[in-house]
T-cell receptor
């Protein structure tokens, strides 16, 4: 089956700086890679996703990059704000299969 | 429109009792997933349904756990003879028809289970 590794497990940045979270996956047949944000006591919410036929996708301050050859994908948050503080999860999906989640990154943005 | 709902939101039960957790997915979503999240931990996959069938039950921790889905809609996760290590938040998510390459998952608010 798939194996998704996520780094770092914790990340602290100053407000206004950028944050980068990286994930690697093992199954070359995985073709969909979402990122979820989970605030304390709340449900995970999709913030951005990318499909295997695309190398990069951007939505305002958030971007995701995918390197299929190396089997890794990254979340980039620019101009971080205190409200970006949360736990972020990456995931990988192979069509017709289950989602495999990373172990999460706790991001703290220091005002 | 209505999102994914789960009930109960909180459940406290005594060790050894059975519990039933319910998930109401978004109408029309074919795929339904159950996850378990222990305090401060990641998402542990339990089971997923495509329609009423469960192609992958590999995540169920033991034979005390079972799940069913009827009418391609509501799903129940049953835990028999609960143990303290079953204490966690149980999250349900639904997703549109996978075959049409719309994979986005929508999560419910979760059921917080505490086994005393």
């Amino acid at each position: 089956g798939e194996n998704v590794e996520q780094h770092p497990s914790t990340l602290s940045v100053q407000e206004g700086d950028s944050a980068v979270i990286k994930c690697t996956y093992s199954d070359s047949a995985s073709n969909y890679f979402p990122w979820y944000k989970q605030e304390l006591g709340k449900r995970p919410q999709l913030i951005i996703d990318i499909r295997s036929n695309v190398g990069e996708k951007k939505d305002q301050r958030i971007a995701v990059t995918l390197n299929k050859t190396a089997k890794h994908f990254s979340l980039h948050i620019t101009e971080t704000q205190p409200e970006d503080s949360a736990v972020y999860f990456c995931a990988a999906l192979r069509t017709g299969n289950q989602f495999y989640f990373g172990t999460g990154t706790s991001l703290t943005v220091i005002p | 429109g209505a999102g994914v709902s789960q009930s109960p939101s909180n459940k406290v039960t005594e060790k050894g009792k059975d519990v039933e957790l319910r998930c109401d997915p978004i109408s029309g979503h074919t795929a339904l997933y159950w996850y378990r999240q222990s305090l401060g931990q990641g998402l542990e996959f339990l089971i997923y349904f495509q329609g009423n069938s469960a192609p992958d039950k590999s995540g169920l921790p033991s034979d005390r756990f079972s799940a069913e889905r009827t009418g391609g809609s509501v799903s129940t996760l049953t835990i028999q003879r609960t143990q303290q290590e079953d204490s966690a938040v149980y999250l349900c998510a639904s997703s549109p028809l996978l075959g049409r390459q719309n994979y986005e998952q929508y999560f419910g608010p979760g059921t917080r289970l505490t086994v005393t």
